[in-house]
């Protein structure tokens, strides 16, 4: 069975629609009615139009479904929420120039992160139903209304549609990765450090506990905690306050409690349970305040062997298309990848794009890179699922 080729014409008709209806991450996140409206108005109808059926579950995510073969499918799962177009002048208008090497690119915002890998996997999804009556097991399409929110949410709500259903036996997240098999990444859990004090006005802070020296206490003791683990591509993890908020907010007011938020990196087999213990362990050195430790956001780190099969898999997908053996990359970054992989599903990153223009004002993507993740794609589907 050939594997297809897709030209240059075919991916701009899927991607161009997808760069110039906005799907910006707001304060609403998964619930923004515009990501909504572009699910349901942009992408369900490209599916439908290929003669496929889409499903939305509790969290928004649009699911399409090909092959009903009882073997462990394939899950494509991609994101619709782009950065927000901050400074990025016509963000929405999907222009198309070519590139210094010569490449046909189109510029729009979420180009590179996430519309180039959504663009292939809408691709596949066609090539895949014209097959659909020769896969023993099926291939997944999930558009998750996620992709800038640091959390597990929609890929969790995705998973529990499986339930007693076999699961997948493999995943490849689509986000840009130049086209390069990203086979591990760091987890992530947050935490929220709240230390509190006593308010009173400004003028009399005898008469307080001013909680913005607690927490100048507990900075400096979080660079004192000594973090285990060192991990030969992604290095050690780290631990970098991000946040720091102190109420109540009002003028010439002592603040009786002050919020720092933490982002604590995680290498592929950490503990996130230990890594909180230790902050609180660390803390407890503190005397005199009064210090509580919330977790926050989990997402776990994930790691798939060089020479495991699903990445063999991967490679051989990468020559049937006729392309070059793919490099591997190693991200500091966090995705849904680790929440699959958490639940022994392999999973990896791969799809048009380079990183280096996430969020830029001038992010485009080549078109035949596209057009390269839709043929590694459908390679990948059709040796696992034939």
Same mark, same amino acid.
């Given at each position: 069975?050939?594997?297809?080729t897709?030209?240059?014409?075919?991916?701009?008709?899927?991607?161009?629609?997808?760069?110039?209806? &906005?799907?910006?991450?707001?304060?609403?996140?998964?619930?923004?009615?515009?990501?909504?409206?572009?699910?349901?108005?942009v992408?369900?109808?490209?599916?439908?139009?290929?003669?496929?059926?889409?499903?939305?579950?509790? $969290?928004?995510?649009?699911?399409?479904?090909?092959?009903?073969? *009882?073997?462990?499918?394939?899950?494509?799962?991609?994101?619709?929420?782009?950065? &927000?177009?901050?400074?990025?002048?016509?963000?929405?208008?999907?222009?198309?120039? %070519?590139?210094?090497?010569?490449?046909?690119?189109?510029?729009? /915002?979420? $180009?590179?992160?996430?519309?180039?890998?959504?663009?292939?996997?809408?691709?596949?999804?066609?090539?895949?139903?014209?097959?659909?009556?020769?896969?023993?097991?099926?291939?997944?399409?999930?558009?998750s209304?996620?992709?800038?929110?640091?959390?597990?949410?929609?890929?969790?709500?995705?998973?529990?549609?499986y339930?007693?259903?076999?699961?997948?036996?493999?995943?490849?997240?689509?986000?840009?990765? %130049?086209?390069?098999?990203?086979?591990?990444?760091?987890?992530?859990?947050?935490?929220?450090?709240?230390?509190?004090?006593?308010?009173?006005?400004?003028?009399?802070?005898?008469?307080?506990?001013?909680?913005?020296?607690?927490? /100048?206490?507990?900075?400096?003791?979080?660079?004192?905690?000594?973090?285990?683990? %060192?991990?030969?591509?992604?290095?050690?993890?780290?631990?970098?306050?991000?946040?720091?908020?102190?109420?109540?907010?009002?003028?010439?007011?002592?603040?009786?409690?002050v *919020?720092?938020?933490?982002?604590? /990196?995680?290498?592929?087999?950490?503990?996130?349970?230990?890594?909180?213990?230790?902050?609180?362990?660390?803390?407890?050195?503190?005397?005199?305040?009064?210090?509580?430790v919330?977790?926050?956001?989990?997402?776990?780190?994930?790691?798939?062997?060089?020479?495991?099969?699903?990445? %063999?898999?991967?490679?051989?997908?990468?020559?049937?298309?006729?392309?070059?053996?793919?490099p591997?990359?190693?991200?500091?970054?966090?995705?849904?990848?680790?929440?699959?992989?958490? /639940?022994?599903?392999?999973?990896?990153?791969?799809?048009?794009?380079?990183? *280096?223009?996430?969020?830029?004002?001038?992010?485009?993507?080549?078109?035949?890179?596209?057009?390269?993740?839709?043929?590694?794609?459908?390679?990948t589907?059709?040796?696992?699922?034939?």
């Amino acid at each position: 069975m050939g594997i297809p080729t897709f030209d240059v014409g075919s991916v701009e008709r899927v991607l161009r629609p997808l760069l110039e209806t &906005p799907s910006e991450q707001t304060d609403r996140f998964e619930d923004d009615p515009q990501i909504r409206a572009f699910l349901q108005g942009v992408v369900a109808p490209q599916l439908e139009q290929l003669g496929l059926h889409t499903t939305t579950d509790e $969290a928004g995510n649009l699911i399409c479904e090909i092959g009903g073969g *009882e073997a462990p499918g394939l899950v494509l799962f991609c994101y619709a929420m782009t950065h &927000p177009a901050g400074r990025m002048v016509d963000p929405f208008v999907a222009s198309r120039f %070519d590139g210094e090497d010569g490449a046909t690119r189109l510029r729009g /915002r979420g $180009a590179s992160e996430q519309m180039g890998a959504l663009a292939a996997a809408v691709l596949t999804a066609g090539t895949l139903a014209e097959r659909a009556a020769d896969l023993a097991g099926p291939l997944v399409l999930c558009v998750s209304p996620a992709g800038e929110t640091g959390r597990h949410d929609t890929a969790r709500s995705f998973l529990s549609r499986y339930g007693d259903r076999t699961p997948p036996a493999a995943c490849i997240v689509g986000i840009g990765t %130049d086209n390069a098999i990203c086979v591990a990444n760091k987890g992530r859990v947050d935490a929220t450090i709240k230390v509190a004090g006593v308010a009173g006005h400004s003028s009399m802070p005898w008469r307080t506990k001013n909680a913005i020296e607690g927490a /100048r206490l507990v900075l400096r003791c979080l660079e004192g905690i000594a973090l285990a683990g %060192d991990h030969p591509r992604l290095g050690r993890p780290t631990l970098t306050p991000t946040a720091v908020h102190s109420s109540p907010n009002a003028t010439h007011t002592v603040p009786d409690l002050v *919020e720092v938020t933490v982002d604590r /990196r995680l290498l592929p087999g950490d503990n996130p349970e230990a890594a909180l213990a230790d902050i609180r362990q660390a803390l407890e050195s503190i005397d005199g305040w009064d210090i509580d430790v919330e977790p926050g956001p989990l997402m776990y780190p994930s790691e798939v062997a060089p020479d495991s099969p699903f990445v %063999d898999t991967l490679r051989a997908a990468f020559a049937a298309a006729g392309h070059p053996d793919p490099p591997l990359t190693y991200s500091h970054g966090c995705i849904d990848a680790g929440l699959f992989s958490s /639940r022994g599903i392999p999973a990896v990153m791969l799809g048009a794009g380079e990183q *280096e223009m996430w969020h830029t004002i001038d992010e485009s993507v080549a078109l035949d890179a596209v057009a390269l993740t839709a043929e590694v794609y459908t390679a990948t589907a059709l040796h696992l699922l034939t």
